[in-house]
């Protein structure tokens, strides 16, 4: 699917691409997973929890990768439906002896949700790492700070429903400024943003699905 689920995302993967999606549908869903590559060079971990009741839902991820660990809590409600809101704070540590940091990041969610009996409109937005989540290091005694980039990702997905089969259409728009401004810099969008474009589509044929996507299609460095 390219990427292309901040309209999308349900399960548990919803945690992750907009938690917004945690509202719906009532539940409770756990699952992980563990991958290897390059014998064993590369380790990814991973465990999710979501449960859903009425208009609320909440959710927990911790994603480990060698020297990288996440933790993140969602929590979503649909306040007036079928707009569902979101929120998720989330702990990262990096490193690992004198080498380590941490730091404490949020992220925002809202879906849209528009259903008839044979199609589905849906619209995602997802804002992660809101002002620049501030990642500080200790190296031996001497403190640094890095920043994650500030995301922003917008999605729009089509779903319909025939005899032959249901047909999804999906695409994201993601802004990224990877670093706050420096004091009193020129042209920062030029220096600092980064825009990309995803498309998606998924077909169910009986119990069979097709999947195809292309990430990041088009991709701009700078603005202006």
């Known amino acids: 699917m390219g990427g292309t689920y901040a309209a999308l995302a349900d399960g548990l993967s919803t945690i992750l691409w907009n938690p917004a999606g945690l509202a719906c549908p009532p539940g409770v869903r756990l699952g992980g997973g563990y991958e290897s590559r390059f014998g064993g060079l590369v ?21 480990s990768a ?17 707009l569902a809101l979101a929120g998720s704070s ?17 992220d925002v969610g809202a879906l849209y949700k528009w259903c008839s009996d044979t199609q589905e409109v849906t619209v995602g937005l997802h804002l992660r790492d809101i002002g620049w989540t ?12 890095d920043h994650a980039a500030w995301v922003g990702r917008l999605g729009a997905a089509l779903r319909l429903t025939r005899e032959y089969g249901v047909w999804t259409w999906s695409c994201d728009a993601e802004a990224a400024l990877r670093r706050p401004p420096h004091p009193g810099e020129e042209n920062y969008l030029a220096n600092a943003l980064q825009v990309s474009l995803s498309l998606g589509t998924e077909v169910w044929v009986g119990a069979v699905a097709f999947r195809a996507g292309m990430a990041n299609i088009l991709t701009e460095e700078g603005l202006g």
Do not use: E
């Open 134 to 145: 501030p990642i500080r290091w200790s190296t031996q005694g001497v403190p640094a700070v």
């Open 43 to 63: 380790v990814l971990d991973h465990a999710a929890g979501a449960v859903s009741w009425g208009p609320l839902g909440a959710g927990v991820l911790w994603v």
């Open 66 to 82: 060698d020297l990288y660990s996440m933790y993140q809590l969602s929590v979503a409600a649909r306040p007036l439906d079928p």
């Open 90 to 106: 989330k702990l990262y540590q990096l490193g690992q002896g004198l080498q380590n940091a941490t730091g404490v990041g949020f």
